[in-house]
């Protein structure tokens, strides 16, 4: 009997041991499964981190901090992520940067947690930019080009692409690039003709979110905006906009030299001409019966390499029209802004300045004009100046037409700007972040 409870309790107790065995064998297991899951999800905050700063265009102000996110929920457990520099691991965001000084590598931290098991993961990323398929063209749109109220006769000068999403209307003498899915061509072209679907990527409405809140908001008032009754029409109250020198009756500046105005419905028709600008505009029309014209007398660019020179939204009729016959001439100026002195002391062209009113200046327009679709509905068509002079880019949503009548001989040069590529304005282009190879590594996991 002694010997039988005796085995009885010899087998109670390896029952009991073989029990605490296997419990602790598989708690081990479960924490092994938790710090491989951690991990994993350590890895999932770097892509989702990834995915996030490769869509936003200000991803610098927006996500890079030395601090960590938030946790998020996430497959069982949380991740968070943080962005810094890869050599000093501090905050990338630096607002004065200049064009070209914003690629330097960051290192993009992942954190997973899972209950009490956490792990740090990161990785090196190169920084590139990729411009828009649209910016890389002289002219670029999501709709139509029709130049049928032009003559063989007329030539269209393109040193660069001619992008037509829709199609491409042709009977002028056209000297580029085309590429469009559809072609009706009763003139010449004289350059690469791809007639196939362009698939091409455009600029999204971040762009004007973007310089919208970089701008001075310019109230539509007298102060600065003054009708002209024998141009029958609105312009700008200065003869300059650049580098701070301007002469509206009252004090604006920007730091950036961008400008928003929100511009009346039903208004006939606003000016930009007898202007030299070193500014980006931010045009937003309010509503129908408002044509945006941009020409005439004008010498405008943009206020850096990396910035448009405008951009409009809601407008029913946008017309670029900087003749290449005329110079911008102080002596005929037509504004209400007193006599025209296109380079004063403060704003020089090419270094040069004074207090005369005697000079000529080249026409033309210089940088990216981009014409933003209608939020309202409102169909934007737009028409080039039949001796417009634009050296950059125009991107547009929909028709791109001639202005004028078919009788009249046009004669355009339009010369894509390399520079666009190389510095590509932000909303412009797509982030691009590569994996520097052999920079993954394990983290110290940091006390929360």
Avoid at 103 to 112: D, S, T, V
Wanted: glycine share 8%; aromatic share 8%; proline share 6%.
């Amino acid at each position: 009997m002694v010997l039988v409870l005796g085995t009885a309790l010899i087998l109670s107790i390896l029952a009991v041991v073989s029990l605490r065995a296997a419990r602790f064998q598989s708690d081990t297991l479960g924490i092994q499964k938790t710090g491989i899951h951690a991990s994993q999800l350590a890895v999932s905050g770097i892509q989702h981190a990834s995915h996030l700063i490769k869509r936003s265009p200000t991803w610098r102000s927006q996500f890079a901090s030395p601090d960590w996110s938030d946790e998020v929920p996430f497959d069982q457990g949380f991740i968070a992520w943080r962005v810094v520099d890869a050599q000093s691991l501090a905050s990338v965001f630096d607002p004065n940067l200049e064009a070209g000084e914003d690629l330097r590598p960051i290192r993009l931290f992942g954190r997973g947690r899972v209950g009490i098991a956490r792990h740090q993961t990161s990785v090196e990323l190169s920084v590139s930019k990729v411009p828009h398929d649209a910016l890389r063209c002289a002219v670029a749109t999501q709709g139509a080009i029709d130049w049928t109220n032009g003559s063989i006769d007329s030539q269209i000068h393109c040193a660069g692409t001619v992008l037509a999403e829709v199609g491409l209307k042709n009977s002028v003498s056209l000297i580029g690039n085309v590429r469009a899915p559809q072609l009706l061509n009763n003139g010449t072209i004289q350059g690469d003709v791809q007639v196939e679907q362009p698939n091409a990527s455009f600029p999204t409405r971040e762009a004007f979110n973007y310089y919208r809140s970089l701008a001075t908001i310019l109230p539509w008032n007298p102060n600065f905006f003054v009708f002209v009754p024998d141009a029958e029409c609105y312009r700008l109250r200065t003869n300059t906009l650049g580098n701070g020198v301007h002469q509206f009756p009252m004090a604006v500046s920007n730091p950036h030299e961008v400008y928003y105005v929100l511009v009346p419905g039903g208004l006939g028709k606003l000016e930009f001409n007898c202007l030299r600008m070193a500014a980006t505009w931010i045009i937003d029309v309010q509503g129908p019966g408002t044509v945006i014209q941009i020409g005439g007398q004008i010498l405008w660019s943009p206020p850096r390499a990396d910035f448009p020179s405008a951009i409009i939204r809601n407008a029913e009729t946008v017309i670029l029209d900087a003749s290449s016959m005329e110079e911008l001439s102080e002596e005929e100026d037509e504004n209400l802004a007193g006599p025209a002195n296109y380079n004063p002391v403060g704003f020089p062209f090419f270094g040069s300045e004074d207090d005369d009113t005697e000079d000529e200046y080249p026409n033309g327009l210089f940088g990216l004009f981009h014409i933003v679709g209608g939020q309202q509905g409102i169909p934007t068509e737009v028409r080039l100046g039949r001796h417009l002079k634009l050296k950059g880019s125009i991107i547009a949503p929909g028709t791109i037409r001639l202005d004028g009548s078919a009788s009249e001989l046009a004669y355009l040069q339009i010369e894509w700007d390399a520079q666009l590529e190389t510095s590509p304005p932000v909303g412009y282009f797509q982030n691009r972040f590569v994996p520097a190879a052999g920079s993954w590594r394990q983290e110290i996991v940091e006390e929360p």
